[in-house]
């Protein structure tokens, strides 16, 4: 089964990439393939929320899903701080979202049985999270205001992979839109089909990963694939861990370790993820320096250690030439040039995309409170391997 993921563009690219590499690991019947962005038709209208209760509601439909319910008003957020009431907002129909999925697939012949998710921060009407046409095959997706909800997570993109497969998943168990209405459970019990009037409570399913018996019957009933239900599952445990790994964050921001293997020249972080920061000679042997000193050094000073990182620069890089060692290094450490907080900035990149943001800032090379620069991290738990 192929599901093209296209977007506007208020869902940023940088996300939109990080999510599709995401979702893409775990290899099996579902095939994730990236789209281009499209523009929403301008027809839209206001809204004003008075209060935050009716901001984080969504609204269901008594029966069916009908014209009245396609025209009604609701929305969410895309900034990354709580909102203030009374809050101005414009809101987008269901139909001109997902006739923005529909357009493309006429425009790009994507085949019927093909599924397309448009991922947008576009506030819809009813305040759902996503929605689904009529035909079962087209689908939308909020991608804005998860920092509401999960204020410590420091990856927007695990809730909306939850949100596309818990839409896969219902376009196979249910024959329409009304049925889903109809069998979605009103209070929650931690299922992937807890309908979360209060949205807050979408928080209990994500952090459960579950799927009811109920629903696991319903599922059964209409012979959807096993193979595509465990890679369903497992795409679902593993956004789990980082849901609850982000519950915990103060603990993993005091204890977590830092793992430097000087021959490959990657920073390790076995706590956070998988993943692994890859630097040069030249960022290693700099930031090799910034960890010796734990009470830091003034960037105009670094050229007091000239030597030293010059010596680590030669360990590391393994260069037989060494007047360019030593032109490298020279440029590195002259403060009149730019050289050494471009070689900084591109240090936070790497660990950032690792780990993110929230927890990078235990182990980039960033102003310490004493005005020098330094990195945060015990050493306690720095281990370096040769």
């Known amino acids: 089964m192929t599901i093209h993921l296209i977007r506007t563009e208020g869902f ?31 027809d839209y209208t206001y809204h004003i929320f ?15 899903i009908d014209s009245h319910f396609m025209a009604s008003e609701s929305s969410s957020d895309s900034i990354y701080e709580k909102p203030t009431f009374p809050l101005r907002k414009r809101i987008y129909t269901w139909e001109n979202l997902l006739n923005a999925a529909r357009a493309y697939r006429q425009f790009n012949q994507v085949p019927y049985n093909d599924l397309i998710f448009l ?35 420091n990856k927007p993109m695990y809730p909306i992979a939850y949100e596309i497969l818990a839409w896969v998943l219902r376009s196979l168990m249910f024959k329409s839109r009304e049925e889903i209405i109809d069998f979605v459970h009103d209070e929650p019990v931690g299922c992937i089909n807890d309908f979360c009037s209060e949205k807050k409570q979408i928080i209990l399913k994500m952090r459960t990963g579950d799927i009811c018996d109920e629903c696991m019957d319903q599922i059964i009933n ?30 993993y921001l005091t204890s977590s370790r830092l793992l430097i293997d000087l021959n490959t020249r990657k920073l390790y972080f076995p706590d ?13 042997a700099l930031y090799l320096l910034f960890l010796e000193q734990t009470n830091g050094i003034a960037l105009n000073q670094v050229i007091d250690f000239k030597a030293d990182l010059l010596e680590k620069y ?50 980039t090379i960033d102003l310490l409170a004493n005005n020098q620069h330094g990195i945060l991290i015990d050493r306690e738990f720095v281990e370096i391997s040769a």
């Open 12 to 42: 940023p690219e940088d996300q939109f990439h990080e999510l599709l590499a995401f979702l893409r690991k775990q290899v099996g019947i579902l095939q994730f393939v990236g789209g281009k962005t499209v523009t929403l038709n301008p």
């Open 119 to 153: 991922l947008t921060d576009a506030h819809n009407t009813k305040n759902w999270f996503g929605g689904i046409d009529e035909n079962m095959k087209n689908f939308f997706v909020h991608t804005a205001d998860w920092p509401l909800f999960f204020r410590l997570l």
């Open 222 to 251: 209409n012979d959807v694939s096993p193979p595509l239900l465990r890679q369903i599952q497992g795409i679902l445990n593993e956004i789990r861990q980082h849901i609850l790994f982000s519950r915990n964050r103060n603990v």
């Open 50 to 64: 008075l209060e935050e209760k009716e901001y984080e509601t969504q609204f269901k439909p008594r029966k069916q």
């Open 314 to 363: 030669k360990q590391i890089s393994g260069q037989i030439k060494p007047e360019k060692m030593q032109a490298t290094i020279d440029l590195l450490c002259d403060y009149r040039e730019n050289e050494l907080n471009i070689t900084l900035s591109r240090i936070r990149k790497k660990i950032k995309d690792v780990i993110g943001k929230e927890f990078a800032k235990k182990y």
């Open 272 to 284: 956070y993820a998988q993943g692994e920061a890859k630097l040069n000679p030249k960022e290693l």
